[in-house]
């Protein structure tokens, strides 16, 4: 790792170990200073000035005696892990867009997904026959249509989908709600899934320092980086007070689609699910239903096909249409179309969350 990104990844480590260290207190921090490492060596009265509450900025200054950067660093090291921060171009775009996106990731495995892709596969942790077979009928043709799939590691339907992703040669994220190192793992019984995921070129992470015990007020937490992973949600199977409704609920509130499949009126395992499509979910009976929003095609002889896009509305068409003849700087396009700034501006994050532009660094777009 270089120098300077070691130098930064250390001090967003340290108030990650420090503090609950939320993106709206990363935010004012770098307001008031100018890098994290003048804010983490900061006296009690600037990091009061900066807008942290008196009791946190109290604690932390408690805890930062005794804390030694190199020794957590090298527990990291130690561990297999490696850091995104939210300054870092490969933190995934679709997680740094949500309202409190964490401000560091640990990781193991390949980062490099194709993020505009991602489904999150979330239900209960005792499952029914009837969920399991969910399972097992959509995940192998998902998996082979390239749609990367993010999930908790949960025992239940968590651990059937990470598992039928990998034995059907997909991709898939799992992210925990404890720490990544060893020992920390949660739940226990799920290590050898955890190392197959890494070993099958996908990827575990969280939020968590190394060492974080699986404490229950962190999966909620969680929660939200699943949804915030993910283009969309699927629901296989949940019962009232399933934790797969709260990764439903910040799906929703980042705009995001959710999917669920319906179960009996009369099974309490699928008593969110089914409320969930009362309030608006899509249902999914089959797996073109997904297939229809990613733009893949039905299968043919075993394999989806990739749909060309060609725009919703009058707008969208003209941006592609546009960028058909090239690469063009967002300025280009302002003056090229005759739209306003805040209707282009939109459109093209929209385009580029589902996947159909890319943003090649400077503003200038191309089609992906």
């Known amino acids: 790792m270089e120098n300077t ?95 409190s996106p964490p401000p560091l990731l640990y990781y193991r495995g390949n980062l490099d997904i194709d993020w505009k892709a991602s489904l999150s596969v ?16 959509l995940l192998p043709g998902l998996a082979r249509a390239g749609i990367a799939i993010v999930s908790g590691l949960a025992i239940g339907i968590d651990s059937l989908v990470h598992l039928d992703v990998v034995n059907n040669g997909g991709r898939t994220i799992a992210v925990l709600g404890s720490g990544l190192d060893y020992l920390s793992v949660y739940p226990r019984s799920n290590r050898e899934l955890f190392e197959k995921i890494i070993s099958s070129d996908g990827l575990v992470l969280s939020e968590f320092p190394p060492g974080t015990d699986p404490v229950s007020f962190n999966f909620p937490q969680r929660n939200r980086i699943i949804a915030g992973l993910s283009r969309a949600t699927l629901v296989v199977e ?55 929003f990613f733009n893949v095609l039905p299968l043919f002889e075993g394999k989806p096909v990739k749909q060309a896009y060609i725009g919703e509305n009058d707008l969208e068409k003209a941006i592609l249409s546009l960028l058909e003849l090239g690469k063009h700087h967002i300025d280009e396009i302002f003056e090229a179309l005759p739209y306003n700034i805040s209707e282009i501006s939109s459109t093209l994050v929209i385009l580029e969350m589902r996947g159909f532009v890319k943003d090649i660094g400077g503003k200038n777009y191309q089609k992906a």
Do not use: H
């Open 238 to 292: 949940a019962g009232k007070k399933s934790g797969s409704l709260i990764t439903a609920r910040y799906a929703l509130d980042e705009g995001r689609e959710v999917f669920s499949v319906p179960g009996s009126i009369y099974d309490d395992n699928f008593l969110g699910s089914n409320n969930l499509i009362k309030n608006g979910a899509s249902v999914v009976l089959e797996l073109n239903d997904i297939f229809d």
């Open 122 to 137: 979330v239900g209960s942790r005792r499952f029914t026959y009837y969920g399991e077979k969910i399972v097992k009928n």
């Open 5 to 99: 990104k070691k130098e930064e990844f250390l001090f967003f480590m340290a108030f990650n170990n420090l503090i609950n260290f939320t993106f709206e207190r990363y935010k004012l921090l770098m307001k008031k200073f100018s890098d994290l490492e003048t804010a983490f060596y900061s006296n009690y009265s600037d990091l009061l000035e900066a807008g942290l509450d008196q009791n946190l900025v109290q604690d932390f200054i408690i805890k930062r005696k005794k804390f030694n950067l190199n020794e957590a660093y090298q527990k990291v090291i130690d561990e297999n892990l490696k850091i995104c921060v939210i300054t870092d171009p490969d933190y995934p775009f679709l997680l740094k867009n949500i309202y």
